[in-house]
Each structure stands twice: as structure tokens, then as C-alpha cells.
């Protein structure tokens, strides 16, 4: 589930009455007495380190050094389907906020993100953005509903100490997914500890399985004009599924703990406890700043993907969005404040110094690979800009930026997304729970399932 990555907790399940936001904070009085606009925006997540928050602040007084006029109340907030409901309904939400690419479009169509074209398209960089990415702020027509940011590609994270202590190579990390079972194995049986782990629940199983589908050259749905159907049931992921269960039965290297979420696995991997998993690119600032990861046992490489032409790599992101009842002169506000904030420091010389200056300040990872919003070029060319500021170890982080231009970027499944992977957790847990679990039966079970919510 731009960059950050926590995938989304349960399924978004918005009541009618949901849809009408309390007005308290947004409106046509939207200006202080000394003509001042003031937005609230998500500064950083529960949990984040003080120096996090030190930073975000720290930022607030830049971007009021050019906007006088409008005060940012940065505050704590993270991205939760199961509490958006309430949060919509009290009118508690920030006037900002970043939202996953899959979830968008469904806030837009029950009208709970303001339009925000006529904001963005003011941008110098509008004319800029890599029109795969900007889609996922859109919807049919093409009106704009946030600013992308936080893009990323899901990578190979694992444990350079555990390979070490297993006797292998922590700078030749495996490329196949042979390699994958082999050394997770291996990891297992020389250090006691998970070769592999697998997130499986809080649809981060359905998130992973439809990564590794995508990598093996399947896919989880298939769109055809207005009319997307499930296509769970491929021999792409039934064969994910019995690697996975004949690493979990056979090989025994991937430990007991197996209700493994985006929270949990972090900590976990962190406290030397998992050998490899795959998450997004960009999970090294989480496990920096949550988790205090020790950088020197960090490494990062690409996901293997097999020999298919259909092969390629899950994308994904974020969408900074702006509070349905916001303002005209709110949503200027929140999308200046996001321009500053989330995306002009992927195309400005000035504002990526700055902001690497500003993490530098309070001791906040930069440099932690992310895929462009832009283009490679572009990746590239900031990525020179602040080199004198990079602090995350990249020497261990190779095997994913040689490499990751080179993979197909595959979007997420279009359709109802988080509910799709709430039906495959099970199937996931399922395999992993029960040595005798039919992988054919339950993949034709989950695509029935899956296809009755696609009709909806």
C-alpha cells in the first residue's frame, strides 16, 4: 500500500452519512482577521521519532518565509480505512492529507477530496509529471484530485548481519527466486532465525501475493472497457502460493510468527529477527525512524522476477489530498504547502538542498531510494543536488538502484483494491496455517469472491 509505506489496515467502508463533512474549520470564512488563511496538514505519523516532527516544523518556517499569508498547523496523522469514517463524519481531518494510489479514486467518486486541477495545473512542473503517476490523482475526465508523491516499487529488503552469520554474501543478494528459497533456508538453519517472512494480514497478504504474482508474469484482475473481472485463479500465483507453502512445511524458514503486518514486520526485521521480506523501496525511513534499524544490517535489492514477458515490479504511492470542504482559498494553501512540502524538491536545485538541509538538521534518512514522480533523468539529477546530504547507506542499497529502471512497473489492480486483498489474506494465511491446504480450491474460491466484489 508514496513514500511512506504502511499499506492500508481494512477495507474503506464509508456510511451514507459519512459523506457530509462537519464544517467546523473549512468554509467561505476561511481567513484570520489579519487575512491570514490556516490549513492543518499531515506533519507525521504516531510512533515517528521528536526529531521527525522537529523537522516538519522546522520546514513550516521555510515555507513561511515565501507565504506569509497562510499558517500550516502541522499534526499527527496516519492513513487508516477504519478510522476515516469517524474522522470524515466529525470533520477532524486535516485539510491535508496523503491518501494510497488505490483508495483515490473511491474518495473522489463519494465527493470526499476536493478538485484541485485548477491548483496543480498553476504549478511551473505541471506539464512535467510522468502521466502514469498522475493518473492515480485523477479520475475519468482528467480533473486533478492531489499532488503524487511518495512513489515507490516494491523492493527485496534483507539482513546483511544474518547472511553474514549464514555464510553468505551480503553485497551478492539473491536475483531468482530459487535463490530466494535457498537462501532463506540456509539463513534458517546456520542462525535459528526466519530465512522469509510474509506480511498476511490487514490486506498487506493480498498486497504481497499480488507483488509476487506480478513478479512470476500474472495478474490478480483484468480490465476490458468499463468491465474489470477477477483473475486470481493463473498458475502465476497458485505457483507463488506453493513456494510459499513449501517454505513454510518443507523448509521450515519461515518461523512460527506468520500473522505478520506492515507494523509488526518492520519490527521484526529491525530487531534482527527476519533474514528477508519484501515491502516497498522506501521502508528503510520507517525502520529508521519507528524502528532505530541499525544501518549497517540493512540491505536492499530488486525483486526477483522470472524469465515471463508479463514479468514486472508493483508500483505504488501516495496522493496529498485536500478536505472536500475546504476552501478556494484553503485548497491554494494546502496545495502550496504540499508543492513545497512532498513534491518541489523533485524538480527544484533550491528546494531539494533545502529539504536535505532541514532533515540533515534534525538527523532524518535522505537518500532512501524512491521511483521518480517525474522521470529518471529527473531522479537522477536531484539525486546529485543533494549527495553531499545522502546519510542512508547506499553502497547497500545497489542491487536495487542499478537495477530498478530496468523492471516493468506494474500498477496496483484497478478495481476495489483493498477489498480484493482482504480475499486473498486468507488464501495467504490459509497456506501458511494449514499443511494440507488446497491451493487450486482456494484460488477458485477467491476468485469468485473477488469477482462478486468487482460486479458491485
Given amino acids: 500500500m508514496k513514500l511512506y509505506r504502511k499499506r492500508i489496515a481494512a477495507v474503506l467502508a464509508v456510511t451514507a452519512s459519512a459523506t457530509v463533512l462537519a464544517a467546523c474549520g473549512f468554509g467561505d470564512d ?10 492543518t496538514v499531515e506533519g507525521w505519523r504516531p510512533g515517528d521519532e521528536q526529531a521527525t516532527a522537529d523537522s516538519v516544523k522546522d520546514l513550516v518556517k521555510e515555507f513561511n518565509k515565501e507565504n506569509p499569508d497562510i499558517v500550516v498547523e502541522p499534526k499527527e496523522w496516519e492513513w487508516k480505512a477504519e478510522t476515516f469514517p469517524a ?9 491535508t492529507f496523503r491518501v494510497p494510489f488505490t483508495d483515490t479514486l473511491g474518495l473522489v467518486q463519494r465527493q470526499q477530496i476536493a478538485d484541485v486541477t485548477k491548483q496543480v495545473q498553476a504549478l511551473p512542473y505541471a506539464d512535467s509529471f510522468n502521466a502514469s503517476v498522475l493518473a492515480a490523482a485523477q479520475d475519468a475526465d482528467g480533473n486533478i484530485y492531489g499532488l503524487p508523491s511518495d512513489v515507490y516499487g516494491m523492493g527485496l529488503h534483507y539482513n546483511r548481519q544474518l547472511f553474514e552469520e549464514a555464510g553468505l554474501d551480503p553485497d551478492k543478494p539473491p536475483t531468482t527466486w530459487d535463490e530466494v528459497r535457498q537462501y532463506a533456508q540456509q539463513i534458517t538453519d546456520k542462525t535459528g532465525q526466519p530465512g522469509y517472512a510474509q506480511m498476511t494480514k490487514d490486506n498487506t497478504g493480498g498486497w504481497l501475493l499480488t507483488t509476487l504474482t506480478y513478479a512470476h508474469g500474472g495478474r490478480i484482475e483484468e480490465t476490458d472497457g468499463d468491465k474489470t473481472t477477477a483473475v486470481i485463479d493463473n498458475p502465476q500465483t497458485a505457483e ?13 524458514s519461515m518461523g512460527s510468527n506468520l500473522l505478520l503486518d506492515w507494523a509488526g514486520i518492520n519490527q521484526a526485521f529491525a530487531a534482527g529477527k527476519v ?10 525511513n520507517a525502520l529508521v525512524t519507528t524502528n532505530s534499524v541499525d544501518p549497517d544490517t540493512y540491505g536492499l535489492t530488486v525483486v526477483p522476477l522470472t524469465d515471463s514477458p508479463e514479468a514486472g515490479i508493483l508500483g505504488g504511492g501516495s496522493v496529498s489530498v485536500v478536505n472536500a470542504k475546504a ?22 536545485e533550491d528546494a531539494a538542498v533545502l529539504d536535505a538541509k532541514t532533515l540533515a538538521a534534525s538527523d532524518q534518512p535522505i537518500g532512501t531510494p524512491l521511483l521518480p514522480v517525474f522521470d529518471e533523468e529527473t531522479w ?46 486468507a488464501v495467504v494465511q490459509k497456506v501458511l496455517s494449514d499443511e494440507n491446504a488446497d491451493i487450486a480450491e482456494l484460488l477458485a474460491e477467491a476468485n469468485d469472491k473477488a469477482d462478486q466484489i468487482l460486479s458491485q
Avoid: C
Avoid at 476561511?30 to 490549513?39: L, P, W
Avoid at 513456494?243 to 518443507?250: F, G, N, S, T
Avoid at 533474514?275 to 528503510?284: A, F, H
Avoid at 484553503?330 to 518541489?344: I, L, P, Q, S, Y
Fill in 275 to 284: 533474514g528477508m521480506y519484501v515491502g516497498g523501496s522506501d521502508v528503510y
Fill in 30 to 39: 476561511d481567513t484570520n482577521e489579519d487575512g491570514k488563511v490556516t490549513i
Fill in 327 to 348: 476552501s478556494d482559498a484553503e485548497k491554494e494553501a494546502a496545495v502550496k504547502w504540499n508543492d513545497f512540502f512532498r513534491v518541489r524538491k523533485l524538480v527544484d
Fill in 240 to 252: 507463488v502460493l506453493q513456494m510459499l507453502k513449501e517454505m513454510r512445511w518443507d523448509d521450515k
Fill in 380 to 425: 537522477k539529477q536531484q539525486r546529485e543536488w543533494i549527495a553531499d546530504y545522502i546519510n542512508v547507506p547506499v553502497d547497500q542499497m545497489t542491487g536495487f538502484t542499478d537495477n530498478i529502471f530496468a523492471q516493468q512497473l506494474v500498477a496496483e489492480p484497478p478495481s476495489h483494491t483493498q477489498e480484493v486483498y482482504g480475499v486473498l489474506d
Fill in 87 to 95: 474522522q470524515l463524519a466529525g470533520g477532524t481531518l486535516p485539510t
